[in-house]
């Protein structure tokens, strides 16, 4: 993680974070490790809950907090009520800013812990749903300090959601089921940029793709991309790979499943595991058994079908594989933590609400990680500069 590196060196020089409180909602993973560091070497005293039991690597959360002293509040395979005690225990200390992943420690702060408010000055969130959720909270007027969507940047998008997301939610899946793709229909609901990503290299293993989406401007997109655009309760007797990806609640519902193919695979790719309805494919199973293969429970249905769900629902790149290489998150938590930076230098100037990265920095974080790869562009001349600033010049 070259970008992370640099960033450390700049950081531990230039303190950003001293004297602050950090609380963070992450997958506790390599790549996590290597971003709170940062944070640390910034001046920051960290600490940090998971953003999803299944994802938690315990030897990554031991070392944190033995080497490192982070207070690291996770442990893999707790259960609901641990997992949110956990986000409650990281919130302790009282941050200054807020680090989340999905919502759920901004939500929790407040809605449970208010009181903590006034001394937040500020937070970023990295996915989308995450962000989706702020934004709603802001147009209620609930969303209580600023907000850096770090989700939304051009280069996070690309890196992170589309290139990220696309490998390594198949690396899930082959890691889980064994499975040829090739000649396979993949069902894929959502075509954002992490649908689009999915799709892409379903496609690329020679799978037929087909995309569903209740946004009209995405469903363009995939189909003028030579995707198969349907309504899921279409899609739904055709596929034999399923992979949610929209951010939304029962994507595939019980009526889905009632008319899918024996021995279809269920897998989601968004952030929480409310994309496919889990409790309604246990009340439909006449029986289930559990760990078929290593993160693969089989639900056996009355009419002797059975239909595979990969992860219990969870996102399944980060419960069945590893989730983004290090290259991808380099970048990611590179924009993050210049956010951040930027975000506590402008304490008390920014409103509460959703604010987006500002250009610099996606362009500064894009710029670094082409320059440790060794990969050089050009620079406009002062002619082109003054062109491109101008309205007077044209033909």
């Known amino acids: 993680m070259p970008l992370l590196a640099s960033l450390s060196t700049r950081f531990a020089s230039q303190r950003p ?3 602050l409180g950090i ?5 506790v993973t390599a790549e ?3 971003f709170v560091r940062l944070l640390r070497a910034g001046g920051a005293a960290v600490s940090l809950a998971a953003s999803n039991p299944l994802s938690t690597q315990d030897d990554v959360a031991a070392a944190l907090a033995v080497r490192h002293g982070i207070a690291v509040c996770a442990r893999a395979g707790v259960d609901r009520d641990g997992y949110y005690a956990h986000i409650a225990r990281a919130l302790e200390p009282a941050p200054d800013l807020v680090v989340d992943d999905g919502g759920d420690m901004v939500n929790i702060l407040h809605t449970h812990y208010p ?3 006034p001394a937040v000055t500020g937070g970023c969130e990295s996915t989308t749903t995450g962000v989706v959720r702020l934004r709603r909270m802001a147009a209620e007027g609930a969303l209580a300090f600023p907000v850096i969507a770090a989700n939304d940047t051009p280069a996070k998008r690309m890196v992170d959601n589309t290139c990220g ?5 198949i690396d899930g899946i082959l890691r889980a089921t064994n499975t040829l793709l090739a000649g396979k229909t993949v069902v894929v609901a959502g075509f954002g940029a992490s649908g689009r990503g999915v799709a892409e ?3 690329g293993f020679g799978a037929q793709v087909i995309v569903t989406e209740v946004d009209p401007v995405r469903a363009l997109d995939a189909s003028l991309r030579g995707f198969r655009v349907l309504p899921m309760a279409q899609a739904a007797p055709l596929g034999e790979v399923f992979v949610t990806a929209s951010g939304s609640c029962d994507v595939i519902a019980a009526e889905h499943i009632a008319v899918m193919r024996d021995g279809a695979i269920l897998a989601n790719a968004g952030h929480f595991d409310v ?3 889990v409790r309604a494919l246990a009340a439909l199973a006449a029986g289930i058994r559990r760990d078929v293969r290593p993160h693969t429970d089989a639900y056996d ?3 002797g079908r059975a239909v595979l769900l990969l992860a219990e629902g969870r996102v399944v790149n980060l419960v069945a594989a590893e989730g983004h290489p290090p290259e991808v998150m380099d970048l990611a938590f590179g924009i993050e933590a210049l956010a951040l930076a930027w975000l506590a230098g402008n304490s008390g100037k920014l409103a509460a609400g959703v604010h987006e990265v500002p250009d610099q920095i996606d362009a500064e974080a894009a710029r670094l990680v082409l320059g440790t790869v060794g990969t050089s562009i050009d620079v406009p001349t002062p002619a082109q500069q003054a062109y491109l600033e101008s309205w007077r010049q044209g033909s």
């Open 115 to 117: 009181a903590l408010l």
């Open 32 to 34: 996590t490790a290597t």
């Open 301 to 303: 249905l009355p009419d």
């Open 275 to 277: 994309e496919i309805d």
């Open 17 to 19: 974070f001293e004297g």
């Open 201 to 203: 290299r379903a496609r």
């Open 23 to 27: 609380a963070a909602c992450l997958h």
């Open 165 to 169: 997301t696309g490998q390594s939610a």
